[in-house]
């Protein structure tokens, strides 16, 4: 059982250049999401889906998007990278029902330059 | 979502008990506590989650008091293993998000 994948693990971008991380979990859980972890910080959402097709902003959506065409897969994208947009990103999946825990990748490390 | 506080950072040494406490004054009926735990370069880690009273499991103790306005992770012997960052977050019985905060650094020395 893989539980949550995110490749690639370590990505360097120039400003400007787009990209997508990818995410993928084997455990059939309807709920994923995206956050991002600055150096020293706890961990910010992005977005996320409660089910394939539905997608929604979390705290800070600027400058990325998402789809959510299967239960499996829920892809981040970067449209025109920026610094700022280097980070630690961490794609999460958890079941619907219940006080259920969320399980995590294992990370994507981005550099923007 | 009910914000939480909770201690930055903790120091300990190996074989202590370590209770990280949080405080949630905010927390609404329907909300439970859950806490994570974070080695770094991974993902956070379920570790532990409660709604009242206390909760045990093989890793940890949750404590709950009766007004639900803080709870106290206890973390029983450490080990220079049990180096992370802990979070508290309060999430509702329908909450399809989990906010974090900063967590507590938890530094257990030889």
């Known amino acids: 059982n893989a539980g949550v994948t995110q490749t690639p693990k370590f990505q360097v971008l120039k400003t400007g250049q787009s990209m997508t991380l990818q995410c993928a979990q084997d455990m059939n859980h309807e709920y994923m999401s995206w956050y991002r972890q600055d150096p020293g910080m706890g961990l910010r959402l992005i977005h996320y889906s409660v089910g394939a097709g539905i997608t929604d902003q979390g705290e800070v959506p600027n400058g990325y998007n998402v789809s959510r065409s299967t239960t499996e897969d829920f892809p981040l994208r970067l449209l025109s990278a920026a610094p700022s947009q280097t980070s630690v990103y961490f794609c999460?999946?958890?079941?619907?029902?219940?006080?259920?825990?969320?399980?995590f990748g294992q990370g994507t490390r981005l550099t923007v330059v | 979502l009910a914000k939480t506080t909770q201690p930055i950072s903790m120091d300990s040494y190996e074989g202590q008990e370590v209770n990280i406490t949080c405080s949630h004054n905010n927390i609404a009926t329907n909300d439970y506590i859950t806490w994570y735990q974070q080695f770094p370069s991974q993902g956070p880690r379920f570790i532990i989650q409660g709604y009242k009273t206390k909760v045990t499991n093989e890793v940890a103790s949750l404590f709950i008091p009766a007004d639900r306005k803080s709870s106290t992770l206890s973390l029983p012997r450490v080990s220079l293993s049990d180096t992370a960052v802990y979070y508290c977050?309060?999430?509702?019985?329908?909450?399809?998000?989990?906010?974090f905060g900063g967590g507590t650094r938890l530094m257990v020395k030889p």
């Open positions: 999460a999946s958890r079941q619907r029902e219940g006080r259920t825990e969320a399980f």
């Open positions: 977050l309060v999430v509702n019985n329908a909450g399809n998000m989990l906010t």
